[in-house]
């Protein structure tokens, strides 16, 4: 029977995660920073340290990193990236070179070793496409013209993020340079063999999962992604990003369908994924941190809005457009936060999970502010 407390505690936080999530939206700002803080106010060092709750939360976190993965790649089908990956491969460069170099070398200046300076240097580079989504969607921008280009931004990102995270994964396990260069093979040849189903099979695959039972599609969808998360976890090549390739397979009624039932769950375990990451954070930690996290935020504020320019100039969009097109990449969420997570989890140097939780809080509160302020004086 699980204790009073544990049912007390995890009640607690819940409804906790409730009115933080109803005061950003009142706002109209993403609740990533509220969830990050509250995690920080809870764990060790914290204002009120969770007992019990905690491992609990664990268990969760790991399901809200799987789901916020599927449902990302729910958003895109298989023909949808290739398509984008041939028209936005230059981009996507430029975007890398922009803003993975800016953390992979603070990591070096650092003095941290080089698997450090790269996690640090994925953390700086890929955009939130949470935080995006909201404020495309909140502001009514999706009809803009700059938003076929942040829309593009965002795809290539993802897709290196499926690549990226298997390869520091094998990177950070700790065996021998002949089982890391196998490690990276194999990953690399699931994820291809991943997409090559997602193309040739994925309406079968669709098909087969559909039904018109909520209750058994919801089922079958979680099970698959979970089942598949647990595979690729078992190879390899992280949990999310097996949950991605799932939902990049799903086309159709079935996509449409998990999409519906499976948002409310992915919030929640989503809300649980930030909230354990800033539980493994000392608050105190992040005073020696502060200055580095906000002049990483402010250069890597810099290079998204000259990705953001240089992408919507590409498609023909004037100085306005590229303008907001680069205010509304700067912020970073979740992918920064698996990375760091996945650093924390493998022992990387200490400071790598405060300094990620900072700059996170730094980028997540200015981008969306830097862009509603242009909107508003526009």
Known sequence: MPSAELLIELGAVLLGLAVL???SGRFGYSPVPLYLISGLAFGEGGLLPLGPTEDFIE???EIGAVLLLFALGLEYSARELAATLRSSSRTGLVD????FTPGAVTGLLLGWDTKAALLLGGITWVTSSGVVAKLLNDMRRIGNRETPAILGVLVIEDLAMAAYLPLMASLLSQGDAESVVGSILLAA?????AGWIALRYGAAISRAVFSRSDEVLLLSVLGLTLLV???AEAVHISAPVGAFFVGITLSGRAADGARALLSPLRD???AVFFVFFGLSVDPSDLVSVAFVAIALGVVTAGT???????AAARIGVGRAGRLRAGLTLVARGEFSVVLATLGVSAGTEQDLG?????YVLVTAVVGPVLTRTLDRSG
């Not at 040849?189 to 063999?193: K, P």
């Not at 405060?354 to 900072?358: D, E, K, M, N, R």
């Open 354 to 358: 405060a300094l990620a939780a900072a």
């Open 229 to 231: 998360a647990g595979l």
């Open 96 to 99: 890398a070179a922009l803003n």
């Open 268 to 270: 929640l375990f989503a």
């Open 59 to 61: 268990v969760g976190a």
């Open 21 to 23: 999530g109803r005061l």
């Open 304 to 310: 998204k809005i000259a990705t953001g320019w240089y």
């Open 189 to 193: 040849g699931a994820a291809g063999g």
